[in-house]
């Protein structure tokens, strides 16, 4: 197996990434990325995350998402929880439906 270099990136800022994968109804699947890809995207990116790729199963059942941020954990939680908690998100998700059935959230090491 070929080692693994000691940082994956020339830039030295240390990066947080969450990945994020929601189990969908399929029926709404194209909604849902029109949605995520229109609105919320848009707005983290104003915030300073970076949509690194966003991933749907061939069945539309399950979009999977990697969202970084140029931080140590600790901050990426804090901007994040400034994100969950903001008037801008409210708004963009005032009345819309429930695409999203599950999340699961979890932070992650790029091997490659």
């Known amino acids: 197996m070929t080692e693994l270099p000691e940082t994956i990136s020339a830039d030295s ?3 947080t990434t969450f990945m994020r994968r ?4 399929p029926a709404l699947a194209d909604e849902f990325v ?3 890809t229109k ?3 848009p707005a983290r990116e104003e915030r300073g995350f970076t949509i690194e ?3 749907l199963d061939t069945d539309k059942s399950q979009l999977t998402w990697f969202v970084s941020r140029p931080s140590n954990t600790e ?3 804090a901007a994040e929880r400034d994100w969950e908690e903001s008037d801008q998100r409210a708004e963009i998700f005032a009345g819309v439906p429930d695409w999203v059935t599950h999340k699961d959230v979890r932070e992650v090491t790029r091997l490659r």
């Not at 929601?22 to 109804?25: H, K, N, P, V």
């Open 34 to 36: 029109e949605f995520l």
């Open 39 to 41: 609105k919320v995207i």
């Open 53 to 55: 790729s966003i991933w």
């Open 75 to 77: 901050e990426f939680l």
């Open 22 to 25: 929601y189990t969908l109804d």
């Open 13 to 15: 800022t240390e990066r």
